[in-house]
């Protein structure tokens, strides 16, 4: 294995304990990577056991197609938001027993510096998941307002000094395009300084994957699929690295585990009552023992519930 393709499996242990594995049920890894989890999961699984694998990522699919050879396992290019239509197509509404969403960048993704995920590495300013279709973020960069860039850095990355870089990406851009992830940094490092351990271009290069990769639009649209496909007592275990991501899982979780709160004094009509579609099973965190190991752990925050 190259070290290109080597990924540390974040909670890997939680996560298959979260989803209850049934020997012979059929689970989705909507976000397979280099396969930790579908590994994991196979691995529980008897003869008629299924996985069916997502990745946008044409290298993630590339990869698990040389290296994951099992006949229990389908591998699908395309974002988790198809998993309804994959499933459908499948008939097999209803009949998932579980899902697993790990959020976020891979190992791979930001040790490659062909992708331009990572700041500390030089390489061309691309931070798309999928690099077959959309726009790269050197592009957008180009084409963007001084408003536009400012208000994505502050949305998507809660960057207090957004309009300083914005205007500070702007005049750079007067005289030179900005096509390398080094090229931005420095930009960024220029008017933002950190006083902790995390890079001053930590919250912009976050902020631009996730609007170029339109992530959190993605993972509200995708889990208003997912409570249609799991069977009853299925389980949905999602791991987020960063608090918007988790804020998103955290009201989805609530919005769906808790009954709808009624004005006081208002008649109760049996059949107006909304229906409980999800069991909160809990919030889980790395151990110290596994952020020791692996620092790109140390954000993560895995949620499970359970399909009523």
């Not at 069991?279 to 752990?297: I, M, Q, W």
Request: proline share 2%; aromatic share 6%.
């Amino acid at each position: 294995m190259q070290q290109s393709d080597y990924h540390q499996t974040v909670m890997l242990n939680e996560c298959i304990t979260g989803l209850n594995i049934k020997n012979n049920g059929i689970y989705i890894d909507a976000t397979l990577g280099r396969g930790g989890h579908t590994i994991g999961i196979i691995n529980k699984l008897g003869e008629k056991g299924r996985v069916i694998a997502f990745d946008q990522d044409i290298c993630a699919i590339e990869y698990a197609k040389k290296n994951l050879d099992d006949k229990r396992l389908q591998i699908i290019h395309s974002s988790f938001t198809n998993m309804k239509k994959i499933v459908l197509e499948q008939n097999l509404i209803k009949k998932i027993d579980g899902v697993l969403m790990d959020l976020g960048v891979s190992s791979p993704q930001l040790d490659n510096i062909e992708r331009g995920f990572s700041f500390n590495k030089n390489g061309p300013l691309d931070m798309r998941m999928d690099q077959t279709k959309g726009i790269t973020a050197m592009d957008w960069l180009d084409k963007a307002n001084e408003k536009e860039i400012a208000d994505i850095i502050y949305k998507f990355g809660e960057e207090k000094r957004s309009r300083a870089i914005a205007k500070a990406i702007k005049k750079y851009q007067i005289n030179k395009k900005i096509e390398t992830t080094m090229q931005l940094a420095d930009i960024v490092s220029s008017v933002v300084k950190s006083y902790s351990k995390k890079h001053p271009a930590t919250r912009t290069f976050q902020a631009i994957r996730i609007f170029i990769n339109q992530e959190l639009t993605k993972l509200s649209l995708t889990l208003e699929q997912i409570i249609d496909l799991i069977a009853p007592k299925g389980r949905l275990c999602i791991t987020s690295f960063h608090s918007m991501e988790d804020r998103i899982v955290k009201q989805f979780i609530k919005k769906n585990s808790q009954a709808k709160r009624l004005p006081k004094r208002l008649p109760i009509i049996e059949n107006n009552n909304e229906k409980i579609l999800l069991k909160n099973l809990g919030r889980y965190f790395p151990s110290e023992e596994e952020v020791k190991n692996n620092k790109r752990a140390r954000s993560a925050v895995l949620r499970v519930a359970e399909i009523c």
